[in-house]
Each structure stands twice: as structure tokens, then as C-alpha cells.
């Protein structure tokens, strides 16, 4: 098989630990733990990209990066991102802050994929580094909302929403 072709398929077996890491990570969503495996995460998904940046090209150093990676995006990605917006938005807009987060962020994406490839072209080492700084950001943001944010949330935020029907 071509070594390319390999690639993809090399992933496979890996994938599966991911979804039952994220069925574990429902688990602790509410305690104590959610936010201590967020930092162990948050370091090691940083350590994931940085051997990816360091290992470009090779096959080992790709399924390392990719199992070290699975292991951590349960803990150290999407998920915590909802569960803090539960606990520091007020549920009347916590769907419309959401959304706009949401698209903010693709919108910004976007635009960076007009370049990526411009940027693997020249240089995939340079593009691994500048996303291993790029995770390196969202765990300074990610810790910031652990321990400023998240502990000045309003009551507020966990008080149920208003869910008052329009009289006719």
C-alpha cells in the first residue's frame, strides 16, 4: 500500500478510544476532576502538536501525535467549551452566545484556509508550529476561563431559563 494511503487508514484503530473518552468525559463533566484533566490535557495536546511539528513526514511520529491527541481532545476540547458556557451564561442566551461563538470562530477558520495551503506548501513544519502555537493560545484562554470566569459566573447562569409562553 502506498505510503499515503497508509496514512488514513492507520488512523482507524486509534478513533475509538476518542468516543469512549468522550463518553467518559460526561462522566466527570460535574465534579472536580473536569477541570484538573482539563490542565493534564491541555499540556499534552500541546506536546501532541509539538511532536507532529518535530516529526513531519514520519509515520511513528504521526501516530504518536494522533494517539496523544485522541487521548486529550475529550478533555481539552469542544466539550469543556459547553460546559463552561453552561456554567457562565445566563440560559436565556446561552443558544444565541453559542451560536455566535460558533460563527465568529468558522468564520475566522475560513479565512485561515485560504492560506493553509499556501502555508503547507512552504513549509509543513511551519504550519504544524504555528497550530501547536494555536493550541498553545487556547490553553491560556482555557485556563482563564477555569479560574477567573467560571468561578465569578452569576447565579444567574445556573438559574433555569424563562420559558414563558407569548400571551395572544
Known amino acids: 500500500m502506498p505510503r ?27 465534579g472536580p476532576r473536569r477541570d484538573r484533566m482539563f490542565y493534564v490535557t491541555t499540556v499534552l495536546q500541546i506536546a501532541a502538536f509539538a511532536i507532529a511539528s518535530l516529526t ?15 487521548l486529550c481532545y475529550p478533555f481539552a476540547g469542544e466539550a469543556n467549551y459547553k460546559v463552561w458556557s453552561q456554567l ?14 460558533y460563527a465568529v470562530s468558522r468564520g475566522v477558520f475560513a479565512g485561515v484556509a485560504f492560506v493553509t495551503p ?11 508550529w504555528v497550530i501547536t502555537g494555536c493550541m498553545a493560545l487556547s490553553a491560556v484562554a482555557g485556563v482563564y476561563i477555569v479560574r477567573v470566569l467560571v468561578p465569578r459566573a452569576s447565579p444567574a447562569a ?8 407569548a400571551q395572544t
Do not use: E, H, M, N
Not at 56 to 70: A, K, M, T
Open 4 to 30: 499515503r494511503a497508509w496514512r488514513p487508514a492507520s488512523t482507524w484503530p486509534v478513533s475509538p478510544i476518542g468516543l469512549l473518552l468522550t463518553l467518559a468525559f460526561v462522566r466527570i463533566a460535574d
Open 56 to 70: 513531519v513526514g514520519s509515520i511513528v511520529g504521526f501516530l504518536v501525535f494522533y494517539l496523544l491527541y485522541q
Open 88 to 101: 457562565t451564561l445566563p440560559a436565556d442566551t446561552r443558544g444565541t452566545t453559542q451560536g455566535i461563538t
Open 118 to 128: 499556501a502555508l503547507l506548501d512552504k513549509s509543513p513544519s511551519l504550519l504544524l
Open 158 to 165: 445556573t438559574a433555569p431559563a424563562d420559558l414563558k409562553v
